[in-house]
């Protein structure tokens, strides 16, 4: 008995078990261990602008590069197009900007008889560099064809011949392609210029008013045989003449001097036309000297002077 009241005692005692014995009561919550807590994510790090590349300034020597390299570069100009032909006037150590375009192709006209000895590119690989010619004998030309395979190129070339050297700078624009340039050569023009007068020159009579038949051509050329040695003297009784051969027109021409009568040698007044002396007085003997370590001596004298000291010297 004291058994069954204890129990129904403990019974009643215990809430938990009041609590679902109870008709009215919900649903028991049963109590379950705590979850471990979760570990925060790892942070993402934030992406770091990349700090622009250090540009290294140039230095001095290649600002005067860039200068000079500016300075000599001749740029296309409008009067200077003959049709759709760019000229330049040829010059030692200038550059020449040629404008190329994509699958159009630019020619680079030589002058007539000029001979390629080499054609160097900068950038071979995205330019197109050929040659061709034009024309025959003396009217033969060459033509160096450039093109390049896209927009933005640049680059540089270098054609020597045999007898010049040329410098291009190559730039590629979308479309605006120079359709051809050549030269002119100032410097060879003067030359033929040079020439011409030269020619005209030697062919004017060396002095006006000449007798023929007062002509004394009796002089003897002796000592040492430069180039430069005169062919013959003569005179017309008023001035001398002294003929040299043509190579004295590209060399140094040698200093006159008149033998005085005690064989000192004296200056004497003369000019120079075409390849003849001409002094403005006679003289027995003369020489012609050129040299300083070892000098070369030519010597003119009148024959008949020459034929009077050997005959003074057998008596």
Do not use: C
Not at 96 to 104: G, H
Not at 135 to 153: E, M, T, W
Not at 191 to 202: F, G, V, Y
Request: hydrophobic share 45%; glycine share 6%; proline share 9%.
């Amino acid at each position: 008995m004291n058994r069954m009241l204890l129990a129904a005692s403990a019974l009643v005692a215990s809430p938990a078990l009041a609590q679902s014995s109870s008709p009215q009561a919900g649903p028991v919550a049963i109590a379950t261990p705590s979850a471990a807590p979760q570990a925060a994510p790892a942070p993402v790090p934030r992406a770091v602008p990349a700090s622009p590349p250090h540009r290294r300034k140039p230095s001095a020597a290649e600002i005067r590069v860039r200068a000079a390299n500016a300075k000599a570069t001749h740029e296309p100009a409008a009067p200077a197009f003959v049709n759709a032909v760019q000229v330049y006037p040829f010059g030692e150590g200038v550059l020449y900007r040629l404008f190329a375009a994509p699958e159009q192709v630019s020619d680079i006209t030589l002058q007539p008889g000029e001979a390629i000895v080499s054609v160097a590119a900068g950038d071979t690989a995205r330019w197109t560099i050929g040659d061709t010619t034009s024309g025959a004998g003396d009217s033969r030309r060459v033509h160096i064809l450039v093109k390049p395979f896209a927009a933005g190129l640049s680059t540089n070339l270098v054609i020597t011949t045999d007898r010049r050297a040329y410098r291009l700078v190559l730039q590629s624009t979308p479309a605006s392609a120079m359709a051809a340039l050549s030269w002119t050569y100032p410097q060879d023009e003067l030359i033929a210029i040079r020439r011409q007068q030269a020619s005209a020159e030697a062919a004017k009579p060396i002095a006006t008013g000449l007798a023929v038949e007062r002509l004394d051509f009796g002089y003897e050329v002796t000592g040492d045989r430069p180039a430069w040695r005169p062919l013959r003297a003569f005179d017309d009784g008023r001035q001398t003449f002294i003929e040299f051969p043509a190579s004295v027109a590209v060399g140094e021409a040698p200093p006159l001097f008149v033998v005085g009568e005690q064989g000192d040698p004296q200056l004497v007044n003369y000019r120079m036309s075409g390849r003849f002396y001409i002094v403005d007085r006679l003289f027995a003997a003369a020489e012609l000297r050129l040299g300083t370590r070892k000098q070369s001596v030519v010597r003119i004298v009148r024959a008949d002077q020459g034929l009077r000291r050997r005959q003074r010297r057998a008596s």
